[in-house]
């Protein structure tokens, strides 16, 4: 298993454009590949305009072609302009 | 659903004790509270030393009772003298 943080530092005043545009997105990924065993955006409790995408893939495949995928692209072309700042992190599952 | 990641930073050379650690602990933790719907320990694939744990919890009992539950404060006792710096980040689920 592949896990993924994705943290999004939004511009000031995005949060709620940011939330209706997820809540559309997220549904439509998870159907969208088998290979995709968890995929959620959540808002951070402490720290303004965060949220972090919590992914979980079955193996390296499914990643790559989420990422690949013609539907992501638009996606995150539609959400770039309300996010300031987004770090990216993979990691191997151990346990 | 909650989700909690946990940056966890460990002393240098400890790696494959905590591997050995989490890979006992993870499994007895998703076992004993069914309100745990994800819970798993990752190596960061581009930061040294670095592990982060996701969880993600029904609702907001489940974490209380996985927080104190005794089971957890052993298996943290266990791990502490390994961990240098532990980060841990809430959130609420969007979608």
């Given at each position: 298993?592949i896990?993924?943080?994705?943290?999004?530092?939004?511009?000031?005043?995005?949060?709620?454009?940011?939330?209706?545009?997820?809540?559309?997105?997220?549904?439509?990924?998870?159907?969208a590949?088998?290979?995709?065993?968890?995929?959620?955006?959540?808002?951070?409790?402490?720290?303004?305009?965060?949220?972090?995408?919590?992914?979980?893939?079955a193996?390296?495949?499914a990643?790559?072609?989420?990422?690949?995928?013609?539907?992501?692209?638009q996606?995150?072309?539609?959400l770039m302009?309300?996010?300031?700042?987004?770090?990216?992190?993979?990691?191997?599952k151990?346990?």
């Amino acid at each position: 298993m592949i896990l993924v943080v994705a943290t999004v530092r939004l511009n000031p005043g995005r949060a709620a454009d940011y939330e209706t545009a997820v809540t559309e997105i997220m549904p439509r990924v998870r159907e969208a590949n088998p290979g995709i065993l968890f995929y959620h955006a959540a808002r951070s409790r402490d720290e303004a305009d965060t949220y972090r995408v919590i992914e979980a893939y079955a193996d390296q495949d499914a990643m790559d072609q989420h990422i690949g995928s013609e539907s992501l692209q638009q996606s995150l072309a539609g959400l770039m302009p309300m996010i300031a700042d987004i770090d990216i992190r993979i990691h191997d599952k151990v346990a």
